[in-house]
């Protein structure tokens, strides 16, 4: 084996083995750009862009048929407001004329019923009378 040899120490305020370099290092190029690699297109992206023109559609064909019902929504909402007002009328002329028919078959008016309950202190026994006419 031979012995190994070391180089002389060198001096305080020099570079190792001799080399010198300077305070400023020369310019270098930026650099480059990496090449962008084209990405795979996303399935939801794909699907959204053939829904689109599908639902632009529906809007579209909803509004053409919306103008082709415009004259039968309209006598539809008149019939239903005449509905309403035959409910309310009838909500109404029922009842009267059912309290007219009971008056005149009986041959009187309607039945009058008093009552009166008399109560003494707060917990006293009620009294009372019932009188029909």
Not at 18 to 44: D, F, K, N, S
Not at 80 to 93: D, E, F, N, P
């Amino acid at each position: 084996m031979k012995p190994r040899t070391r180089s002389p120490p060198s001096p305080p305020n020099s570079p190792p083995r001799g080399i010198r370099t300077l305070a400023y290092t020369p310019e270098q190029p930026p650099p480059a750009q990496p090449v962008p690699v084209a990405q795979p297109i996303p399935a939801w992206a794909k699907t959204t862009a053939l829904l689109t023109p599908t639902i632009g559609g529906g809007i579209a064909a909803a509004g053409i048929g919306l103008s082709y019902a415009a004259p039968g929504l309209i006598a539809m909402s008149e019939a239903l407001w005449a509905a309403v007002a035959l409910i309310a009328a009838a909500a109404i002329g029922v009842p009267m004329l059912l309290r007219i028919g009971r008056t005149s078959a009986a041959g009187k008016g309607s039945t009058h019923i008093t009552q009166n309950i008399t109560a003494s202190g707060m917990f006293g026994k009620a009294n009372g009378t019932i009188n029909h006419r």
